[in-house]
C-alpha cells in the first residue's frame, strides 16, 4: 500500500489526483501532517509525501530504523514538478515509485540520484533476488570501473552487468551468482542468490513447521548449500492442506507446489520406500517431487535425510533463459511503451534488425550484448534470440511496431520449446499509426493483408484479397510495393474495384509517426501505385467509409450510414 500524506490545497489536489489513479494502491492519511507520516511509516510499503524535501527529512528521519525495512519515500514538491527518490530506491521501491508518480501526474519529472540508476547499471538489491555479503563494496567497485571477477555457477536471466564485471577479471572484488556457501570474511565478495534449488518434502500427518525448517536447514547446510536459493518446496499432493509444511513454505517466502502421486511413483528415485507407498500411493515423495519440481534438466544433489517425522531431498533447477519479444511502435519514441522500455533495460542480450536497433539503443544497458543483423535475416535472428534464451539470457527479440504483426514473433515462437521463458510486449502497429493520420478508416470490420509474395504465394495473397473484397472489410496492404514487386498492388485493387465504387476512399501513409511521416487521402480509382513503396501502408476504405472535412472515416454501424 501507498501512503500519501499532503499539508496545503495544492499538494491535496496532487495527492488525490495520484489516489483517483491508483483507486486499489493508495491511501490518504489526513489530519496533522506529523501524525500522518508516523502512521503512513509504519502502515505502508511506501510513501509519497506532497511536502518540501526539508520537511519530509525532518518528519521522517526519527522513525528510520533499517535499510531492509523502511518504507521507500518519494517526496513531491507544492507545484508538481519534481517526484524525488528521497529513502529506499531500491530497498523500498523509491526509484520505481518516482518515476510511476511523474507518469501520472502532468509536467512531472522523476529525480533518481541513486548511483547505479545515474549510470544505468543494474543495482545488485534490484534485481529480484536476494543478495548478501559486501553489497555497496562491490556495487561501487562496479560503478568506478575497477576489475570485478563475476563467479557464476551457470548463467541466469539477469540484466546487462558493466563491462567491468567478467570471469577472470583479475581484480580484488567478486561478484558470485551461486547457490552455494561462500566465505565472506575479507569484505570483498557480493553474493547474488538465484532460484536454483527446490526442496522435496514428505511428512507424518500433524509434523510442526519447526521441524520441516530445522529438517530443511540441516540438510542445505551439510550440502554447502545457501537456503536463499530455495525457489519452491513440494510435495505429494495428499498434503496439500498439512498446516506444518504450509507454514514452512510461508516461513521461507516460498511457495508449496503438489504433484499427483501417480506422477511421483513414475519418476526413477534412488531410495523408493514401503512407507510412502503404503501411506500415499508413491514409493517416493521428497526425491520424486524435487525431481519433477527441477523440471527438464534439473538434478538430484541432496538424496532423502529424515527427521522424526519428516524427510526432504534438494533437486537443482538448470535456468530458464527469458525471451521477450518487443514491439518498438511504428517509430516515434512517445509511442514506444513503457513496458518495452523496461524490457530493453532488463536484458542482457538484445537482437533485432540494424536499423531498428539504432533507434533504442540509449534504452540498452551498458554491457548488454547487442547482436544486430540487415534486411532478409528474420530466420536467422529468430533462431539466435532462442538458442542465447536457452544458453540462460535475459533476451530482447524486438520488431518494429507490434512484434507479433508480420514481425519477429512468429518466426521466434515457432521454434522455441517450453524451456525458456517467453514474454510478449504488444506495440503500436502501422496500421494503427496509419489509421490515426488518416483519421478513423478502421471503424468497423477490418483485415490486414500483406503484399509480399516471397514467403506466401501469390495464389494465397490473391485469394484472401478476393474475401476481403466480398466481404465488404476495410483492408490495410502491408508491403504493398518494392523495386522488385511492382505489379500486385495494382492487381489487388483491381480485385478490390470488381466490389467497391470508383470512389471509395483510399489512405496512404509514409513513415507514420516518423519525422519524414507524409500523408495522402484519394479514391480507388485515382489511387497511382507508383506513389506507394515498402515504407508505405495502404488502407482501402469499405463501402460505408467515406471522407469527412478532410478525414477518412468507417461509420461503426451501418445503421449510421446517411
Known amino acids: 500500500m501507498i501512503g500519501l500524506i499532503s499539508a496545503t490545497a495544492a499538494g491535496a489536489a496532487a495527492r488525490d489526483r495520484l489516489a483517483t489513479v491508483w483507486p486499489d494502491r493508495t491511501r490518504v492519511y489526513e489530519g496533522p501532517v506529523g501524525d500522518a507520516v508516523r502512521r503512513a511509516f509504519g ?25 531492509s525495512a523502511d518504507p521507500g519515500v518519494v517526496c513531491v514538491d ?41 549510470a544505468g547499471a543494474p543495482g545488485l538489491d534490484t534485481l529480484g533476488r536476494p543478495v548478501e555479503g559486501a553489497v555497496a563494496a562491490v556495487s561501487r567497485a562496479m560503478l568506478d570501473g575497477e576489475p570485478v571477477t563475476l563467479a557464476a555457477d551457470a548463467v541466469w536471466p539477469l540484466p546487462a552487468l558493466p563491462p567491468n564485471v567478467r570471469p577472470n577479471s583479475g581484480g580484488s572484488w567478486t561478484l558470485a551468482i551461486t547457490d552455494r556457501l561462500v566465505p565472506q570474511e575479507d569484505g570483498t565478495t557480493a553474493v547474488l542468490r538465484p532460484p536454483s534449488l527446490v526442496v522435496g518434502v514428505g511428512a507424518s500427518r500433524g509434523v510442526a513447521a519447526d521441524e520441516v525448517l530445522a529438517l530443511v536447514e540441516e540438510t542445505l547446510t551439510a550440502a554447502g548449500l545457501s537456503v536463499r536459493s530455495v525457489a519452491a518446496l513440494t510435495t505429494v499432493t495428499a498434503k496439500a492442506d498439512e498446516a506444518g509444511l504450509n507454514e514452512a513454505a510461508e516461513r521461507l517466502g516460498v511457495g508449496l507446489r503438489v504433484f499427483p502421486a501417480e506422477e511421483l511413483a513414475a519418476v526413477s528415485v534412488p531410495n523408493p520406500s514401503a512407507a510412502p507407498l503404503a501411506a500415499v500411493g508413491t514409493a517416493s515423495v521428497a526425491e520424486a517431487a524435487a525431481l519433477l519440481a527441477a523440471g527438464p534438466g534439473g538434478r538430484l544433489i541432496v538424496e532423502k535425510r529424515k527427521s522424526a517425522m519428516a524427510t526432504c531431498a534438494v533437486a537443482r533447477r538448470r535456468p530458464r533463459g527469458r525471451l521477450a519479444v518487443v514491439g518498438l511502435g511504428p517509430g516515434a519514441r512517445d509511442l514506444l511503451t513503457p513496458r518495452a522500455a523496461d524490457e530493453l533495460r532488463r536484458a542482457g542480450v538484445v537482437v533485432g534488425l540494424d536499423q531498428y536497433l539504432d533507434r533504442v539503443r540509449d534504452l540498452v544497458r551498458p554491457g548488454a550484448r547487442v547482436l544486430a543483423s540487415g534486411l532478409g535475416a528474420e530466420e536467422e ?54 489509421a490515426a493520420v488518416l483519421g478513423a478508416p478502421l471503424g468497423h470490420d477490418h483485415v490486414s493483408i500483406s503484399l509480399s509474395d516471397l514467403h506466401t504465394p501469390w495464389e494465397v495473397i490473391e485469394r484472401r484479397v478476393r474475401a476481403a473484397a466480398s466481404a465488404d472489410l476495410v483492408v490495410t496492404f502491408y508491403n504493398p510495393r518494392s523495386r522488385g ?78
Open 381 to 434: 535472428r529468430a533462431r539466435t534470440a532462442v538458442a542465447e534464451a536457452r544458453a540462460g539470457h535475459a533476451v530482447a527479440l524486438v520488431g518494429s511496431g507490434d512484434a507479433g504483426v508480420y514481425a519477429m514473433a512468429s518466426p521466434a515462437l515457432a521454434g522455441a520449446s517450453d524451456d525458456i521463458d517467453v514474454v510478449g510486449v504488444p506495440g503500436v502497429t502501422a496500421a494503427l499509426a496509419a
Open 485 to 562: 514487386r511492382d505489379w500486385q498492388l495494382p492487381k489487388a485493387l483491381e480485385l478490390l474495384a470488381a466490389h467497391r465504387a470508383p470512389d471509395t476512399p483510399v489512405g496512404v501513409v509514409r513513415n507514420a509517426s516518423r519525422p519524414d511521416e507524409s500523408w495522402a487521402l484519394t479514391t480507388l480509382a485515382e489511387l497511382d501505385p507508383g506513389t506507394v513503396d515498402m515504407m508505405t501502408v495502404v488502407l482501402v476504405g469499405n463501402s460505408a467509409t467515406r471522407t469527412v472535412a478532410g478525414r477518412m472515416v468507417t461509420p461503426r454501424g451501418y445503421r449510421w450510414q446517411a
Open 43 to 67: 502502515e505502508c510499503e511506501q510513501l509519497v509525501c506532497f511536502l518540501a524535501t526539508g520537511a519530509t527529512v525532518r518528519l521522517i528521519a526519527p522513525l528510520l530504523a533499517d535499510k
Open 78 to 118: 507544492e507545484a508538481g514538478r519534481h517526484a524525488v527518490a528521497l529513502l529506499g530506491g531500491h530497498a523500498g521501491g523509491a526509484n520505481e515509485l518516482a518515476r510511476a508518480v511523474a507518469e501520472a501526474l502532468p509536467d512531472c519529472l522523476p529525480v533518481v540520484t541513486t548511483a547505479t540508476d545515474a
